[in-house]
């Protein structure tokens, strides 16, 4: 994927921006939040994504996927940015659905990939346990029962996990938290006995659970990949959301870019347009030059996924910090030019502020994906 659109993804831009555009304004966002809504998203709605085939992006056609490439899927996730739209993106498809569609047996990818690309199934991946963004810090346990395994311990920051169908779980047979052996990852349905969901909103209106596992039973043919080998499932998994995600940052710094220069063509201080400030017009050229800095970064880290190249970690780390940086940016300087207005609900601008700073620090902020990209570098 080259730095510029082809024509088929500005096609595929332009169906995605006419569709959030009329079926999923900002709007809407608000009112989920205020509803406080117990599921966070439209299910009908992602299920009109899935006719319009985006849930099968990445997954092959015999699942029912387009296997279309994640150059494609960031094209319609940077129109989700752009109205915040509060589908499951992230949780079902980058996440759960790519654990699956990398370490699962053929048999768990044909029972679960196809309802997932038709908007039936809801996954999410439950691996976090502290206040920090740490992959490997797990200390729930696994442990071999007779045919089955015994999962014991809990789970935090598990995006969209209270509207789950199936959760991929992240849990140690051996050595201690921080170390990568000892890994394994499990397909557990939400439902099962033992298991306690505890819902939350972020600042940004978003959903997310605490979920804990007690003496929870899951066959072992829910297993993914090799029994203590699920730390490069979990590495490569992750690296496909971060960059799925950054996509879907990069079309909130456009929005909140585009609203704030358009703020400064009408505010009028002492009687003059605040756009005609030589201060302001440079501050507003760096956030346009950042933002496009970060897009191209992030096209860069699609195109190492799409090419299968060998620094997808490198891409998605640099994507990310790069990313990170742009967002803690962008969203202050918009609220600061909108005034006190801006941290105010009554503007709009307020709720892309909110969500660039959970953007900024979900899976993993700049200072975590900078050291990560020097150790990957031999640094």
């Known amino acids: 994927m080259g730095l510029i659109l082809t024509e088929n993804q500005i096609i595929l831009r332009d169906m995605a921006q006419g569709f959030f555009d009329e079926k999923s304004p900002v709007s809407r966002m608000r009112a989920l939040r205020d509803s406080d809504d117990a599921t966070g998203f439209s299910t009908a709605l992602w299920r009109e994504m899935a006719e319009l085939g985006w849930l099968g992006i990445p997954f092959p056609e015999k699942f029912g996927g387009t ?34 569609l990398l370490g699962g047996s053929e048999e768990l990818q044909a029972e679960l990939l196809p309802s997932v690309c038709q908007g039936t199934q809801l996954l999410c991946l439950a691996f976090e346990e502290q206040g920090r963004f740490a992959p490997h810090a797990i200390s729930t346990s696994a442990r071999l029962d007779g045919s089955s395994w015994v999962l014991d311990g809990r789970k935090t920051f598990v995006i969209d996990g209270q509207a789950a169908d199936q959760i991929v779980v992240f849990a140690r047979t051996s050595g201690s938290p921080g170390e990568a052996s000892g890994l394994n990852a499990f397909v557990v349905d939400a439902g099962s006995d033992g298991i306690g969901i505890e819902r939350s909103q972020l600042l940004d209106g978003h959903g997310v659970a605490t979920v804990t596992f007690s003496k929870v039973t899951v066959p072992a043919e829910r297993l993914l990949g090799e029994v203590d080998g699920a730390a490069a499932l979990l590495e490569a998994t992750l690296d496909r959301a971060t960059i799925g995600l950054c996509a879907e940052m990069v079309g909130c710094f456009e929005e909140a870019f585009e609203r704030t220069l358009e703020y400064l063509k009408i505010r009028e201080q002492f009687g003059v347009k605040i756009g005609t400030f030589q201060a302001l017009r440079h501050r507003a050229a760096l956030m346009f030059g950042e933002l496009e800095f970060a897009r191209s970064v992030v096209r860069d880290a699609q195109s190492a996924l799409d090419e299968n190249r060998d620094d997808v970690g490198e891409a998605a780390s640099s994507a990310k910090a790069r990313c990170s940086d742009v967002a803690k940016l962008i969203a ?19 709720l892309f502020f909110k969500r660039l700073k959970s ?21």
């Not at 994640?70 to 499951?88: D, F, H």
């Open 332 to 350: 202050g300087e918009a609220v600061q030019m909108y005034g006190g207005i801006g941290m105010t609900d009554d503007e709009e601008i307020g």
């Open 359 to 379: 953007t900024e620090l979900t899976l993993g902020d700049s200072i975590y994906h900078r050291d990560r990209y020097a150790s990957l570098r031999g640094y």
């Open 67 to 100: 296997e279309m490439g994640y150059g494609e899927l960031g094209v319609v996730l940077e129109q989700c940015g752009r109205v915040l739209a509060p589908e499951p993106f992230l949780s079902t498809i980058l996440l759960g659905g790519t654990a699956i």
